[in-house]
């Protein structure tokens, strides 16, 4: 009898459990995961007329540089320029003690005088032995004689001529003046200096600077494209100091080298600039950018865009549901936080300029602010802040 009772007591709490009673847990139901959207920044692919450039490396240098050197030997004594000064052309530079070349001068003018003196009594004495030879009262002999030596003393004036012109130059060269318009450099030979026409270096260095000019290097890679642009017109050139964000000179491209470098496989090229302000100077290095062409219509995309990867550069572009894809691009030119897209994005779409290292290929992304972006005020929020810090 007791064991009937358990039994019985036993089979209904299993028919409770079977049946989903009391104390079960109900099974949950089959959800849908929530996509939450990566926060990313974006911006639209616009089109406009771009600037394309060719950059290098350059030196400035005067359009014309003169070692200023004595002609003569002798000592200084005058000069004529003050360091650093601008002097034109026929300005006096220094003056050599000129006494020795004059008195050459004079003595060839001296000898010039006697030999037209021994001319003059030369010839007279030809017209009287051609009239003697009349009267056979002297010799045809004596008669040629004097006409050779009257052709001598000819010869001899001609020479002291010579010599009088070289002594006249040479007396001119006591006065060294500047051969080219510019600026003087440091003087190299003071007043009372022995100088003479061997030294190796000079008094003073003169430099144009206005207009100057500056030599730089492009890879020969572009000497089609310099070349071709070139055949179009005169090619602007900008200049760029070393930290400059704006150019220091604007000209013009003056020439491309005869011959490419073998052991850089780099051009150099000329460029010519006005430099009225003098920003430019000789020696300085920089960067120099020279401006082939401004392609109209160009696709152009904020450099942050640009990724880069094993198979190229690429974008993000984001679709119209909000998801992205990998979008492979061919860049023109990177420059001033711009990039020209050859090929792969057209104008209108939308890329991913912050946020490509938190997504992947088909994610989806929401906009988000820029790093950096003010925070937009709640003006009630501030309100509210105020009116309780008031009743405290």
Known sequence: MLTTAIVALVLPTDAIHLLGGWGAKPVPAA????????????????????????TGLGTVQGSRTVTVKSRVDGQIDTIGFTEGQDVKQGD??????PRALAAQQAQAQSQLARDEALLANAELDMQRFSNLLKTEATSRQS?????????????????????IEYATV?????????????????????????VHATDATGIVVI??????????????????????????GTLTVEAFGRNDTKPRGTGTLLLVDNQIDPSTGTIKLKASFPNKDHALWPGQFVNVRLLLETRKDSVV???????????????????????VTMRPISVGQIRDGRAVIDKGLEAGEKVVV??????????????????GAPVP???????????????K
């Open 31 to 54: 959800t849908t995961p929530v996509i939450v959207p990566v926060p990313v920044v974006t911006d639209i692919v616009k089109s406009s007329a771009v600037p394309i450039y060719l």
């Open 92 to 97: 006096l530079i220094a003056q050599i003690d």
């Open 143 to 163: 008669v040629d004689t004097q006409k050779y030596l009257v052709a001598q003393y000819q010869a001899a004036i001609k020479n002291d001529q010579a010599q």
């Open 170 to 194: 040479q007396l001119g060269y006591a006065k060294i003046t500047a051969p080219i318009s510019g600026r003087t450099g440091v003087r190299l030979v003071d007043e009372g200096n022995i």
């Open 207 to 232: 430099a144009q600077i206005e207009p100057i000019d500056a030599t730089f290097s492009l890879p020969q890679d572009a000497l089609d494209d310099v070349r071709q642009a070139m055949a179009n």
């Open 301 to 323: 995309v904020p450099a942050a865009a640009v990724q880069r990867g094993p198979s190229g550069p690429y974008a993000y572009l984001v679709n119209a549901d909000d998801t």
């Open 354 to 371: 912050e946020g490509q290292y938190k997504i992947k290929p088909g994610a989806h992304v929401a906009a988000a602010a820029p790093a």
């Open 377 to 391: 005020v709640d003006a009630t929020a501030m309100k509210v802040s105020k009116n309780d810090g008031a009743g």
